[in-house]
């Protein structure tokens, strides 16, 4: 085998360990944030191994919309036996409010898998997308590697331009293949060239082509290519003639579009989306919990009213009863049996009242807790089993704590600074814009040429063949029988770069804004935690000034009566104390529900609600709640 037989395929092989390397390179060392599965629970978004799997329909299971079996499970003698524990585990396996926030996780994961194909992250809620990223996806907007073959053209036709295949776009790979047949008749001015008035030709065309770019601003593409042609000219060396062509060709950006932080923005931003829709989705969970917490709450300070409602009626009958006997007696005018029953008659008034605001909290709890209030479920009252929380001189934390804990868990804030992150990333690709552009190139395009051999004499006539086809063709190829080498480069200098310029002073002012943005933020945490903080202090001396309240208004109905029954008061005054008791019992119980919700607010400002309630965040995404126990001295798991 001759010695250029080796270069060839020594060239071949340098282009294809230089396309390696690039492969390597394409991922930066070191600092590069350890990717996330794309995957949800039950299934996955990224292709298995078979190839017919990238041209399927994903399979996406809906979101059932059945109640959890628990629901049911609570369901005891036509109540609902419902602790505050239960319902946060029905709140994170039925909420309609979580199950929404959860879609926001697939939606990431999806945004990622697109980002590492080459397109352009799309963000997700929470997300800001900076105005100044270019608005395709990586690769597009370059004179890309269509297919084509010039290798032939050079090959065959005497042409010595470089071959240039063109960057590749970023990322996933891309294959194809082509063929065609044409028939042609052409009328000549001359018989010169093929001996004949009319050329006939039958041709038949084929290709075969591969590339792929990667993030480090490399890419390569190979293409095969060939044709079997039969013509009417008597001058041709083989007809059928069998003609083929290899293309091996790598390009690489120098400046702009160099390395993987030009490249992979939209990847590097997708990825940190991932936390974003983390951190949104604890937002939502948080929210959802404190909905349920207060509309639990307030389920008990209903309940306290009916309760505080029914003992009114009972003073009422009671006063009612006692001035019957005493008008019996001669005591008493029947006026004041008309004012006592007037009394009992606005207490079960308030009593219809309390009752039907219970029922009514109980069907917007019922909401919260279901998917859907369905026949089963609909007939159902609610047995709320736990009481309201009792003040304790330990139940927040000293102001200081509770604001540097707002500051650490608040996701608004996470949100924010992940933004940042984001907008580091556009920063560094329209810096990285900025630059000229400077692209290398080498290509390795050897041809062949077989056929059947004519052998004519002086005459024209056919005197020998030789037989010959494709193999012998690509044998030339792989042979490097007729080789074809082209390096170069292409510089391109824009003399303004207003665009470029406006794209990176935008990435600038939207940081600062971002900036400026961040510390708003901080400013409303650190206000919600205060005011939370005087909430909560302000309820717990509500609780104790209404509890006097209710103890002086019992010893002064009791010293009412007492007159009463000596005969130196009057039922009006009697009724008068009685409603001071029941006023007084009505706004301790209102007095403790605002202790309730005045907590859930601090938990809330501070972001402690999860922890505080000891729920994980790995749990309402899955749509189940597995209640980890409070062992002293353990290390709580992180919802962050």
Request: proline share 5%; with cysteine; charged share 15%.
């Amino acid at each position: 085998m001759r010695p250029n037989r080796f270069r060839g395929w020594l060239g071949a092989l340098a282009l294809a360990a230089a396309a390696t390397a690039a492969l390597q390179a394409q991922q930066p060392q070191g600092s590069s944030p350890q990717e996330p599965a794309a995957k949800t629970t039950g299934f996955s978004y990224e292709n298995g191994t078979s190839l017919f799997k990238a041209y399927a329909y994903p399979p996406v299971p809906s979101e059932s919309l059945r109640n959890s079996a628990q629901i049911y499970e609570l369901i005891r003698d036509g109540k609902l036996e419902l602790s505050l524990e239960d319902a946060l585990a029905l709140a994170l396996q039925n909420n309609l409010d979580i199950a929404v926030g959860r879609f926001q996780l697939p939606l990431a994961q999806l945004d990622l898998l697109r980002a590492k194909s080459g397109g352009a992250a799309r963000g997700v809620q929470g997300a800001v997308v900076s105005n100044a990223l270019f608005t395709g996806a990586i690769g597009t907007g370059v004179s890309g590697f269509t297919g084509s073959s010039s290798s032939t053209a050079g090959a065959f036709s005497g042409t010595n331009a470089a071959i240039n295949t063109g960057f590749v776009g970023c990322c996933d790979p891309f294959a194809g293949f082509s063929y065609g047949y044409n028939y042609a008749q052409s009328p000549l001015n001359y018989t010169e060239l093929i001996g004949q008035p009319v050329e006939s030709s039958h041709t038949a065309t084929y290709q075969t082509f591969y590339g792929q770019g990667f993030t480090s601003g490399t890419s390569y593409a190979v293409t095969v290519s060939g044709q079997r042609q039969t013509t009417n000219s008597i001058f041709s060396l083989f007809n059928p003639s069998v003609g083929s062509g290899l293309a091996v060709g790598l390009d690489q950006h120098l400046l702009k579009g160099f390395g993987y932080r030009a490249n992979a923005v939209f990847i590097r931003i997708a990825r940190n989306d991932l936390k974003v829709a983390d951190s949104v989705f604890r937002q939502q969970v948080i929210s959802s919990v404190a909905q349920v917490l207060n509309a639990y709450y307030t389920l008990l300070a209903d309940k306290d009213q009916v309760r505080v409602a029914e003992a009114a009626i009972k003073y009422a009958q009671q006063l009612v009863d006692d001035d019957k006997k005493e008008v019996e007696v001669g005591l008493l005018a029947p006026l004041d049996v008309v004012q006592a029953q007037s009394q009992l008659a606005n207490s079960q008034q308030n009593l219809v009242i309390a009752q039907t605001t219970y029922l009514q909290q109980q069907e917007v709890l019922k909401t919260m807790l279901s998917k859907n209030v369905d026949p089963q479920l609909a007939p159902v009252q609610i047995d709320a089993t736990d009481q309201l929380p009792e003040p304790r001189p330990d139940d927040i934390p000293a102001l200081e704590q509770a604001l540097k804990e707002a500051t650490e868990n608040r996701p608004e804030i996470e949100q924010d600074q992940l933004n940042l992150r984001n907008q580091e990333y556009v920063i560094q690709n329209n810096r990285n814009g900025l630059l000229p552009s400077l692209d290398a190139f080498a290509t390795y395009a050897p041809a062949g040429l077989s056929g059947i051999r004519i052998v004519r004499d002086q005459n024209f006539n056919i005197i020998a063949t030789s037989p010959g086809g494709l193999g012998d063709s690509l044998s030339n190829v792989f042979s490097n029988n007729y080789p074809n080498y082209s390096v170069g480069f292409t510089f391109s200098l824009p003399l303004h770069n207003r665009a470029q310029q406006a794209n990176a002073a935008q990435a600038l002012v939207e940081q600062h804004m971002m900036e400026t943005s961040l510390q708003r933020q901080k400013n409303q945490v650190a206000q919600d935690v205060r005011n939370a903080e005087i909430a909560v202090t302000q309820a717990k001396a509500q609780i104790t000034a209404a509890a006097q309240a209710r103890v002086y208004a019992q010893q002064a109905l009791d010293a009412e009566e007492k007159k009463f029954r000596a005969g130196t008061s009057t039922t009006l005054n009697v009724i008068l104390e009685q409603q001071n008791l029941v006023t007084s019992e009505g706004n301790e119980a209102k007095a403790r529900a605002t202790y309730a919700s005045a907590l859930v607010q601090f938990e809330q400002a501070t972001a402690t609600i999860l922890d505080a309630h000891r729920i994980v965040l790995s749990d309402a995404k899955t749509g189940r709640y597995a209640r980890v126990p409070n062992i002293p001295g353990s290390p709580p798991e992180s919802n962050h």
